[in-house]
């Protein structure tokens, strides 16, 4: 039996893998400082502990394992990764992660590890113009990010490809876009547009508000992924024989005031925007999918609109529930 282990199996990607893997029939150990917040893990073996701990790492890295994900992070949406309240967390406690997780992997010799980096790390002098965002692969350089987690992640992928070239791991690296789908977290701070706004749109539905608050002038543009496509992907790139960086994510561009009326016209609203102060990172972002269909002859291809749907209605089942316990 193929075996895989997936750090970071507590969070919203992490746990959605998990569930793909077993249904593909791998034995998995899952690890996190957490169980998944919203349903049971169905891995076959999870261990809570801290992955800054290198002796930890070392005892869950106890084998060869066919595959390794490596998911873990501290990250969080706008309202965690740009206000700076937590740029030393954010780069001490990640790249902790992946420096112990490799040196493991390496001493173990498991060859086949996969990292999920982030379009975080794309210069922000390219995404300047929201109608006109470079992410290309190449354009990653002269280095620029726009944030420390941003930064964090440059790092990151440059340690995973000097292991690359020094040992021989045989790394794959993908840079992910704003992913989101069900079981992802939707309040507390850490939660990213389509979670944050699909809370406040249902919020005001279910207690007969008025409007909406949004960051900014709301016309910064991005482009979110469903997360079934972002596993996809993760997992033709894990197996195919293309190292990357690649850009895992959705060429299906919006505004911020876009994606809050897909929202409205889900929940069957028309409710004021109102734009207040609050971070909002770059003007403008979507993904480049020249590179990824070339190497993978793959590229996502679901509409927004059709993971909103899902998404929406699942955050709304949680809001309503929270009301109801008066926790909102």
């Given at each position: 039996?193929?075996?895989?282990?997936?750090?970071?199996?507590?969070?919203?990607?992490?746990?959605?893998?998990?569930?793909?893997?077993?249904?593909?029939?791998?034995?998995v150990?899952?690890?996190?400082?957490?169980?998944?917040?919203?349903?049971?893990?169905?891995?076959?073996?999870?261990?809570?502990?801290?992955?800054?701990d290198?002796?930890?790492?070392?005892?869950?890295?106890?084998?060869?394992?066919?595959?390794?994900?490596?998911?873990?992070?501290?990250?969080?949406?706008?309202?965690?990764?740009?206000?700076?309240?937590?740029?030393?967390?954010?780069?001490?406690?990640?790249?902790?992660?992946?420096?112990n997780?490799?040196?493991?992997?390496?001493?173990?010799?498991?060859?086949?590890?996969?990292?999920?980096?982030?379009?975080?790390?794309?210069?922000?002098?390219?995404?300047m113009d929201?109608?006109?965002?470079?992410?290309?692969?190449?354009?990653?350089?002269?280095?620029?990010?726009?944030?420390?987690?941003?930064?964090?992640?440059?790092?990151?992928?440059?340690?995973?490809?000097?292991?690359?070239?020094?040992?021989?791991?045989?790394?794959?690296?993908?840079?992910?876009?704003?992913?989101?789908?069900?079981?992802?977290?939707?309040?507390?701070?850490?939660?990213?547009?389509?979670?944050?706004?699909?809370?406040?749109?249902?919020?005001?539905?279910?207690?007969?508000?008025?409007?909406?608050?949004?960051?900014?002038?709301?016309?910064?543009?991005?482009?979110?992924?469903?997360?079934?496509?972002?596993?996809?992907?993760?997992?033709?790139?894990?197996?195919?024989?293309?190292?990357?960086?690649?850009?895992?994510?959705?060429?299906?561009?919006?505004?911020?005031?876009?994606?809050?009326?897909?929202?409205?016209?889900?929940?069957?609203?028309?409710l004021?925007?109102?734009?207040?102060?609050?971070?909002?990172?770059?003007?403008?972002?979507?993904?480049?999918?020249?590179?990824?269909?070339?190497?993978?002859?793959?590229?996502?291809?679901?509409?927004?609109?059709?993971?909103?749907?899902?998404?929406?209605?699942?955050?709304?089942?949680?809001?309503?529930?929270?009301?109801?316990?008066?926790?909102?």
């Amino acid at each position: 039996m193929r075996t895989a282990l997936v750090c970071g199996a507590g969070g919203f990607i992490g746990s959605h893998l998990v569930k793909r893997l077993k249904s593909e029939g791998l034995w998995v150990r899952g690890v996190d400082l957490k169980y998944p917040e919203f349903s049971p893990s169905v891995a076959d073996d999870f261990v809570i502990g801290d992955l800054r701990d290198p002796y930890f790492v070392r005892s869950v890295i106890d084998r060869r394992f066919d595959e390794v994900y490596q998911l873990a992070a501290d990250m969080g949406g706008a309202g965690y990764v740009f206000t700076g309240e937590h740029d030393a967390d954010i780069m001490h406690n990640s790249a902790l992660i992946n420096l112990n997780v490799l040196e493991a992997c390496y001493k173990r010799n498991i060859k086949r590890i996969f990292y999920s980096s982030s379009a975080c790390m794309y210069p922000a002098y390219n995404q300047m113009d929201p109608q006109n965002p470079k992410t290309a692969e190449h354009t990653a350089y002269p280095a620029d990010p726009d944030s420390e987690y941003g930064w964090e992640k440059l790092f990151s992928e440059r340690l995973y490809l000097a292991f690359h070239r020094n040992y021989g791991l045989e790394v794959r690296i993908a840079r992910y876009h704003n992913i989101f789908g069900p079981e992802g977290t939707w309040v507390g701070g850490r939660e990213k547009a389509p979670a944050a706004l699909s809370r406040k749109v249902a919020i005001a539905k279910l207690k007969g508000l008025p409007y909406i608050e949004v960051w900014g002038d709301g016309e910064q543009t991005r482009s979110f992924l469903y997360i079934d496509e972002c596993i996809e992907g993760s997992l033709r790139l894990m197996r195919s024989d293309f190292t990357g960086p690649v850009n895992i994510g959705s060429e299906e561009m919006v505004t911020i005031n876009q994606l809050a009326q897909l929202i409205m016209q889900i929940a069957g609203v028309k409710l004021e925007i109102r734009h207040v102060t609050g971070p909002i990172g770059v003007r403008g972002r979507t993904s480049d999918n020249t590179l990824i269909y070339e190497k993978l002859k793959w590229k996502p291809s679901a509409p927004l609109y059709a993971g909103l749907e899902i998404t929406y209605h699942w955050i709304e089942s949680q809001v309503k529930a929270a009301i109801e316990a008066g926790k909102l």
